[in-house]
């Protein structure tokens, strides 16, 4: 049986944060240090030996949208929002095996008062949690902990650390995504048939039109223009005020987050920044 479970982030031990990965040499420095420590505490153990049950990797990215732009994507790929109160801002795919987060990195160090103006402006973190013995062993090839450090093995960890992530989260061609998203505009749809009855797709496409255009030129500008052609100053402001209804009703239905990027092309961010080895 085991007698004695051991617990720490490598990252953390080495650089006195978790927010930077720590390289092969570092890596087994840390284990040592850890064995020394463990020894003057009296617990006679070579950690070498010992056998991994539970093996986390991460891996941070600099996103070019705010955390909350990417909601609706995670929603998409079956992630479970806010996992824990730890980390508030999180998305989870789990099962007994193995577990897929992500989740907003500075804003968890800034729920741990950690100080964070030297670190980047925005970080994202990708997490792969192997929750057992026998996962170890079948991700990485080994569960000894001393076997990481023979023969290449740090490499191999890091490179399937990047094949799960391609295996599970991004899987999927941009094509695919745009596919599940059209899920998102048939539940945007079904609300105006919902509303407007007969008339709905006629409401859907004059709202949608509506919205894209103050989108792209904002409504001064689309105001200015109708000045420039339209003589009538009460025509004006009534396409000004269907405008701005349109933009708005259209707005609450899409839970904006912030961004006007497409679902494919915040999936293919994503997907090259994390899976690039």
């Known amino acids: 049986g085991v007698n004695c479970f051991v617990q720490f982030s490598v990252p953390k031990v080495h650089n006195g944060n978790n927010f930077y990965s720590v390289g092969e040499e570092g890596s087994q420095a840390v284990f040592?240090?850890?064995?020394?420590?463990?020894?003057?505490a009296g617990i006679h153990t070579e950690l070498n030996n010992a056998e991994l049950c539970r093996v986390d990797t991460f891996k941070n990215i600099e996103p070019e949208e705010e955390f909350p732009a990417y909601a609706p994507l995670f929603g998409l790929l079956k992630m479970?929002?806010?996992v824990d109160r730890v980390y508030p801002e999180s998305f989870l795919l789990k099962n007994t095996q193995q577990q897929f987060c992500v989740y907003d990195k500075i804003a968890e160090m800034k729920h741990r008062k950690v100080e964070v103006s030297h670190f980047p402006?925005?970080?994202?973190?990708?997490?792969h949690r192997c929750m057992s013995k026998g996962k170890v062993q079948a991700v990485f090839g080994f569960s000894k902990a001393g076997e990481m450090f023979k023969s290449g093995r740090y490499e191999t960890v890091k490179k399937q650390q990047v094949q799960q992530w391609k295996n599970s989260l991004f899987s999927h061609s941009v094509e695919e995504v745009l596919s599940i998203g059209a899920g998102v505009l048939q539940g945007e749809m079904e609300l105006f048939k919902q509303r407007y009855e007969r008339n709905w797709f006629d409401r859907?496409?004059?709202?949608?039109?509506?919205?894209?255009?103050?989108?792209?030129?904002?409504?001064?500008?689309v105001r200015i223009a109708l000045q420039n052609i339209e003589e009538e100053k009460t025509k004006v402001w009534r396409a000004e005020k269907l405008l701005l209804q349109a933009q708005r009703e259209i707005e609450l239905l899409k839970?904006?987050?912030?961004?006007?990027?497409?679902?494919?092309?915040?999936?293919?961010?994503l997907k090259e920044k994390v899976c690039l080895n």
Request: overall charge neutral.
């Open 121 to 127: 402006a925005q970080a994202m973190r990708f997490e």
């Open 80 to 82: 479970r929002r806010g």
């Open 32 to 40: 040592t240090s850890i064995e020394k420590e463990l020894w003057q």
């Open 255 to 269: 839970n904006a987050e912030g961004t006007s990027k497409t679902l494919g092309t915040l999936y293919l961010e």
């Open 204 to 221: 859907f496409l004059k709202s949608y039109g509506a919205y894209h255009l103050a989108q792209f030129a904002g409504a001064e500008v």
